[in-house]
């Protein structure tokens, strides 16, 4: 239905999307599975990766599958596809049996152009009797990271992917990612049975973006003078849902327009305020991570951080929301004293044991009420906050027991379930005529929705309840209940968010005794999580390296020149010393690097030297390749 044999790239980007020219590695891309080659793109975070598998499926014959963990960024490009006419759906946890097998018949039929589907959905076995039916000419890969180890949101079912590989072994894959170490670049490749290694990297380096942290226990004043300074959108991003309200209002306060976003919010209310944000309305959204995912807000100058995330990775995405459009915008972590400490106990406390693990697992059995075996395709809503308050745990510590059952493949914790309701009609169109004609009130909801949304008796439509009662003219309460009311007579099928995360059994609950931790997997995860928090720690800490270099170097980009505007980089420019001040220094530093060292024992062991003339030495002697920064942030001379 949808042949793309006789079209090109530049054809396909023009009529679907109206842009004249890819951006930079885009064409490179988009050409490697057209000449059947598999590949791994790393793009930066607003790099434009959808486009990238997009395009030559609709240059191919057939269907492209694609595997991404996030519902509602699924959901998302779906909707876009749709929307430029190109047939698109979803599989998801959401979905019932029914409509999954309905779907999978029209994908084997040729109906769809692309099928987006979560890891999970590679397993059933409906699925794979199905995909060997299918003309499928592409696998699409997104969030490529999660099929590693060493990624820092490594996801089991992602391994899926190779048996996927086995049933469709001609179909070629193209992985994308934002954010990939070395190593995980390499496993990326490894488990996705690449036929050989083909990277295809734009540099992670945002010229336009400016790193900046600044140590600062009170934050109220440097926001201020920010946004006095900065003009523009911006996003702050905090830690706790408690302080997205009160930043907000602070700033509201003080003149300046935000709102607040987190995931316990009604999801009406979640797009009211997203919508807000990204009209203008309001310049500043504070959020908890729940927000930004597959946001594509061009004008964003400034993203700030009220604390700091406990990876590199995540920083370095939620940095990147910043200056989409190629203006300066400017990336700004404030950390106080307070910040440095608590992520320094973390560092001695960062995994639990495996006896509170296997408690864990045994607990969330109890709290769903699980007989031995069940479960297995049962979603259940899962509100962490109750769970941890019943047991007495700290949230910190269930949520990595969680992460290691899902890394052990135990359990699947879904936090990107999609946050608006959904509704679908049930019956047909003769059929609610009649019942129109009996309820006047009713029909005025059935009226609305259907004024509103289309296809509604194909399948799960998205709605806003707040938006159905306010052109209905009744009180959104009112409205729930006359849509609850259709529901159980079987005229709609509604289901309404919860916002909450859904947890899976993925083998059934095990008996007691029959949970298997792995010892060698449970020290690489620790060991990995350990070295994860320590990069985060020494980016907030150090005053030596350049941020860019830091990030880049962080990312496998080594040999980078400094940027010239963050914080490290501008304190350098403010003391700078005479050769002969430069020489003296590094004549008194040369012993003490022949071991390795910490900036602070180099102070202690040098109080006559002004700190600020000791790092700036140091800095001189990391550009010139004589002293090595190790990842714990110590120094060491480099022999040469």
């Known amino acids: 239905m949808f042949d793309g044999m006789k079209r090109t790239p530049e054809s396909v980007l023009k009529e679907h999307w109206g842009y004249d020219a890819f951006r930079p590695m885009q064409r490179d891309i988009v050409q490697q ?241 997203q919508e807000e944000w990204l009209s203008g309305k309001v310049r500043v959204m504070v959020a908890t991570n729940a927000f930004g995912m597959g946001i594509d807000k061009p004008d964003v100058r400034t993203v700030i951080h009220l604390g700091f995330p406990d990876s ?76 941890c308050k019943r047991y007495d745990w700290q949230t910190q510590d269930v949520l990595q027991s969680i992460s290691f059952l899902e890394k052990a493949d135990h359990l699947i914790l879904s936090t990107h379930s999609d946050p608006r309701s959904t509704l679908q009609f049930t019956i047909h169109h003769d059929q609610l005529y009649d019942l129109e004609l009996r309820n006047p009130r009713t029909a005025r909801v059935t009226k609305v929705l259907l004024r509103s949304y289309s296809g509604m008796f194909d399948g799960q439509v998205p709605i806003s309840e707040q938006t159905v009662a306010k052109r209905a003219g009744f009180e959104l309460k009112e409205t729930v209940i006359i849509l609850e009311k259709l529901h159980a007579a079987k005229v709609i099928d509604y289901r309404p968010s919860r916002g909450l995360p859904k947890l899976n059994f993925v083998n059934g609950k095990l008996p007691k005794g029959h949970l298997y931790i792995s010892t060698e997997m449970y020290e690489q995860r620790k060991a990995s999580i350990l070295a994860t928090l320590k990069a985060a720690l020494h980016y907030m800490e150090s005053q030596l390296i350049c941020r860019s270099r830091l990030l880049l170097g962080y990312f496998g980009e080594m040999d980078t020149e400094p940027c010239g505007k963050c914080d490290v980089c501008i304190a350098r420019k403010s003391a700078p010393l005479s050769k002969e001040q430069i020489l003296e220094v590094k004549h008194q530093l040369a012993p003490l690097l022949a071991t390795e060292q910490s900036m602070e024992s180099l102070a202690g062991q040098l109080p006559h030297v002004r700190e600020q003339h000791l790092v700036f030495t140091i800095q001189s002697m990391l550009d010139d390749g004589d002293v090595a920064c190790l990842s714990n942030g110590h120094l060491r001379a480099i022999g040469k």
């Open 312 to 387: 590199l990775e995540a920083y370095f995405q939620e940095a990147g929301r910043g200056g989409r459009d190629g203006e300066n915008s400017y990336a700004v972590a404030l950390i106080a004293s307070k910040d440095i400490s608590d992520m320094r106990l973390r560092l001695d406390s960062v995994f639990p044991s495996r006896e509170f693990i296997s408690g864990v697992y045994a607990a969330l059995g109890n709290w769903f009420h699980l007989a031995n075996g069940s479960g297995v395709d049962e979603w259940f809503d899962f509100h962490l906050g109750n769970f």
């Open 33 to 273: 599975p057209l000449d059947g080659n598999d590949a791994l793109a790393l793009l930066p975070t607003g790099g434009g990766k959808s486009i990238c598998f997009q395009v030559p499926a609709l240059c191919m014959d057939g269907l492209c599958i694609v595997i991404s963990p996030l519902i509602a960024l699924m959901k998302d490009q779906v909707m876009n596809l749709n929307q430029r006419g190109i047939p698109a759906l979803a599989l998801h946890s959401g979905l019932k049996y029914y409509e999954i097998d309905a779907a999978l018949d029209r994908c084997v039929n040729g109906e769809f152009k692309f099928l987006y589907l979560s890891p999970e959905r590679l397993r059933a076995e409906i699925f794979q009797v199905r995909v060997k039916m299918m003309k499928v000419c592409l696998i699409a890969v997104d969030e490529a990271h999660c099929i590693s180890q060493w990624g820092y949101d490594f996801r089991p079912p992602y391994l899926q992917i190779a048996d996927l590989r086995q049933l469709l072994p001609k179909v070629p894959v193209l992985a994308l990612t934002a954010t990939a170490t070395p190593e995980v670049v390499k496993d990326i490749q490894k488990w996705l049975a690449f036929k050989r290694e083909n990277v295809i990297q734009a540099s992670f380096r945002r010229e336009n973006l400016t790193y900046m942290v600044l140590r600062e226990d009170e934050f109220r004043g440097r926001l201020l003078r920010i946004y006095s300074k900065m003009p523009g959108s911006s996003v702050i991003y905090v830690r706790s849902r408690r302080r997205t309200e009160e930043v907000a209002q602070f700033l509201a306060s003080e003149g300046v327009p935000a709102t607040f976003y987190h995931a316990g919010l009604a999801a009406d209310d979640r797009d009211r305020r």
